[in-house]
């Protein structure tokens, strides 16, 4: 990893940072989820670098994957438990962190804690040649700890440039597989806790896409949709919303794009009992020998 990756990692963690905490103080009941989302986005832009993924906001039982919508109505309420995740990227260099906030209320305060707590112990132990599984098992008694499980089925990853999910998973609990950190690597490392049955669950579309791969199609528009999706986007997640705004029809052609497994549609994951869900992430750079948190 050379001098110029690594500054590029950093400013991109610092404005992922940025428009993060940008959201999480826009947050409040009647508050818009489209305004927000869009607020976050047009912030990493002016901050010179471009979204990684669309600004993703959970709430409650939703864990992650869903996005608003153009023209969207939906609105915060009191008591709603929102995980905003961000990210940006520097020329395909990623800065990937979340956060959770509860809307007018405080009775979510332990949970919001746990996996604090989970990513704290996360960050401190990680490192070049760290048991993965060691970390999982200690974020998972980090959590348990202050009386909630970690949701199993959501880990954190690694990333490589304009390739958010690399192949390193991050447990939150151990899950016996002794693979070691290695030296020059980017992760995401992103506990999630709950009061529910620790697991998720695939539910309806949440409105983000990624190219899944290219062939010819007979549908001349739709083709040509996907080309400009392709050519804007790439290898990253995108949203309906981004899509609109190059093409009016975008709706229609992402229809048929997934219906045509070019593209596919992120479901948005559900707990399995309805629990409510925390979640926060800062993204760690691995180089030289020690961890840098570049999100924080």
Known sequence: MNEEELAALRRAGAIAREARDLGASMIGEGVS?????????????????RPAFPCNISINEV?????????????FANGDLVKLDVGAHV????????????????????????????????????GEGVLLNTVGGAVDRAIRSNGHVPVANLTGHSMKRYNLHAGISVPSYDDGNVVKVPGDVVLAVEPF??????????????????????????????????QL??????TLPFCERWATALDPKASVHLRMLVR??????????????????SQKEHTVVIHDSRAEVTTQ
């Open 33 to 49: 989820l489209l305004e927000v989302a869009e607020e976050v986005e047009s912030r990493i832009i002016s901050l010179g670098a």
């Open 260 to 277: 045509h497994g070019l593209v596919f549609s992120y479901p948005m994951l559900v707990e399995v009992r309805g629990g409510k869900v």
């Open 91 to 126: 020329d395909g260099f990623i800065g990937d962190t979340a956060v959770t906030v509860e809307v007018g209320t405080r009775n979510w305060t332990s949970l919001i804690e746990s996996s604090a707590k989970g990513l704290a112990v996360a960050v401190e132990m990680i």
């Open 193 to 226: 806790a709950t009061n529910g049955a620790g697991q998720v669950k695939n539910s309806k579309p949440g409105n983000i896409y990624r190219i899944m791969r290219e062939r010819e199609l007979r549908d001349k528009a739709a083709a040509e949709h996907f």
């Open 63 to 75: 864990a992650a994957h869903f996005t608003p919508r153009t023209g969207d109505k939906m609105k």
């Open 229 to 234: 999706l392709k050519e804007n986007f790439g």
